[in-house]
Every structure is written in structure tokens, then in C-alpha cells.
């Protein structure tokens, strides 16, 4: 048997074993769902206090502490509300999800796309419409 046939052999396995991996691992909805949950809750405590007018940033510590409360207590309806407006891709071997979190007429909204991919995910784009 010559090198090269070795060679593509070799890769052809490997290949088979990635690709076996990627299909087995591709992550669920429900994942999806308590990852975006998970990052977007973050992102609401670090940032909802952060542009408060000058005449209350000496209520900052509270808001952060209040709104830190009342984004763990909404969770449940947060992920729920993540799963309603997420629409998915499944390619097989990966996924991809598409958010679009619109809560109310008169508030901006928001889209996010992810892959998911190996249980992780990868947001690659966000963006304030």
C-alpha cells in the first residue's frame, strides 16, 4: 500500500470521527435556550443601571441589587420568552439560532444569531433594530 493511500485512509477516518462528533453533540434547543438565557442575564445586571440620570446615580448600588433580584426571579419567563422568538437551522452536524427578542412596540429590538456547534455556542452577530 503507497503513503498516500495511507494518507487518505487516514484522513477519511478522522474525518468520519469529526463529523460523528459534530452530529452527536449538536446542541439542542433547550441548550440554546439556557445559554441565551444564562448570557442575556448577565448582561441585563452589569448594564441595566449603568444609564441612570445624574440625579439618581446615588440610587446605583439599589438599582443594581434590585434589578439583579428581579432578573433572577424572571428567568423562567425570560428563557421561555427566548424559546417563542428563537428560530433554528439544524445542519446536522451544527446548528443555527436566530433570536429576535421583541418585547414591546415601543422598545427597540433586538436580534442575535449563534451557532451552535460541539455543545458550545458562537454569537456572531447582535444587533439593536
Not at 48 to 67: D, I, K
Not at 91 to 118: C, K, Q
Request: net charge negative; aromatic share 14%; proline share 4%.
Amino acid at each position: 500500500m503507497k503513503i498516500w493511500q495511507q494518507v487518505v485512509g487516514g484522513s477519511a477516518i478522522a474525518a468520519s470521527l469529526l463529523g460523528g462528533a459534530m452530529f452527536v453533540t449538536n446542541p439542542a434547543p433547550r441548550d440554546y435556550e439556557r445559554y441565551a438565557t444564562l448570557r442575556l442575564s448577565e448582561y441585563l445586571k452589569e448594564n441595566m443601571c449603568t444609564q441612570l440620570p445624574s440625579q439618581f446615580q446615588q440610587f446605583a448600588n439599589q438599582c443594581q441589587f434590585l434589578g439583579g433580584v428581579l432578573v433572577d426571579i424572571g428567568r423562567p419567563q425570560l428563557q421561555e420568552l427566548i424559546g417563542q422568538q428563537t428560530e433554528r437551522e439544524n445542519y446536522l452536524f451544527f446548528s443555527v439560532y436566530r433570536t429576535t427578542l421583541a418585547i414591546h412596540s415601543d422598545l427597540p429590538t433586538y436580534e442575535f444569531a449563534t451557532i451552535g456547534v460541539l455543545q458550545y455556542f458562537i454569537l456572531y452577530s447582535a444587533e439593536q433594530r
